[in-house]
């Protein structure tokens, strides 16, 4: 699809999303991290603007440039991205969960570097909140469309979180392919919402970005 094909679907809404990974400190040299690039989130945030939209962007550590248009705020860690999220969330129409939040953080984030000692590392991870999730949750919420990145059963697994999650749509892709996802400049997408769905076809994130915000503005539309 061509940028002028999104010209006003999303004129004057306000658009929240995330993107890029999380990084989770172990020490003020070490953390744990995931290997999201950011490149779906950031062409998606620059297609909801060609779209109209008013676009916040909570951004995890990413070597991108703005996209023209959009408010960035940028994060470290999966608190961090929980916080901004929600100051940010009040008046939102749409939010976008596309960031590659980590799981779980160290339980215990030391201040000082750990030196080396013995044979073996345990290192206690706790879990995070999941911002999707508690997006979803809340009485007042905007439409929500979180992303879901499986290595199989795609499907069954997207559907199940957005089911369990409460989404009105997941965009899922199969991470782990040569030329697929996380890394990569191509992508594919499988996307459902409640009663439908519809694959992208393998292209270029602008291109599969274009028509996923395409998706989207049509089920706000028709919400
Ligand atoms: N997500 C989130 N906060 C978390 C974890 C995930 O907001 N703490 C969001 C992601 O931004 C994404 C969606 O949840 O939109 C799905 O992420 P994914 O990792 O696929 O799902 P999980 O629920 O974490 O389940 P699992 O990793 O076990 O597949
Ligand atoms: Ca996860």
């Known amino acids: 699809p061509e940028l002028q094909d999104l ?27 995931n290997r999201s690039s950011g490149k779906m989130g950031f062409a998606l945030a620059a297609a909801a603007v060609a ?6 962007l909570v951004a995890g550590p ?21 916080q901004a999220v929600f100051r940010e969330l009040p008046g939102q129409d749409i939010y976008i969960g596309a960031a590659a939040v980590a799981d779980y953080r160290p339980a215990e984030p030391m201040n000082c570097k750990r ?42 697994h997207a559907r199940d979180k957005l089911q369990r999650k409460r989404l009105d749509m997941i965009a899922a892709n199969q991470v782990g392919l040569p030329h697929c996802g996380f890394e990569s400049c191509d992508n594919a997408l499988s996307v459902f919402w409640p009663g439908g769905g519809e694959d992208i076809g393998l292209g270029d994130k602008q ?3 274009r028509r996923l915000l395409q998706l989207i503005a049509e089920q706000w539309s028709a919400r």
């Open 207 to 209: 291109t599969v970005a």
């Open 62 to 82: 990413v070597q991108l440039a703005t996209p023209a248009g959009v408010r960035r705020l940028d994060v470290r860690s999966a608190l961090e991205m929980h």
């Open 51 to 56: 779209a109209g939209a008013e676009v916040t």
């Open 7 to 33: 010209a006003g679907k999303l004129a004057g809404a306000r658009v929240l999303m995330t993107a890029g990974p999380t990084l989770e400190d172990i020490d003020p040299v070490r953390y744990v991290g």
């Open 115 to 156: 030196k080396k000692s013995g044979d073996e590392w345990q290192l206690r991870l706790t879990l995070n909140p999941d911002i999707l999730a508690d997006v979803a949750a809340r009485d007042d919420r905007p439409f929500v469309v979180g992303f879901a990145a499986e290595t199989n059963d795609v499907e069954k």
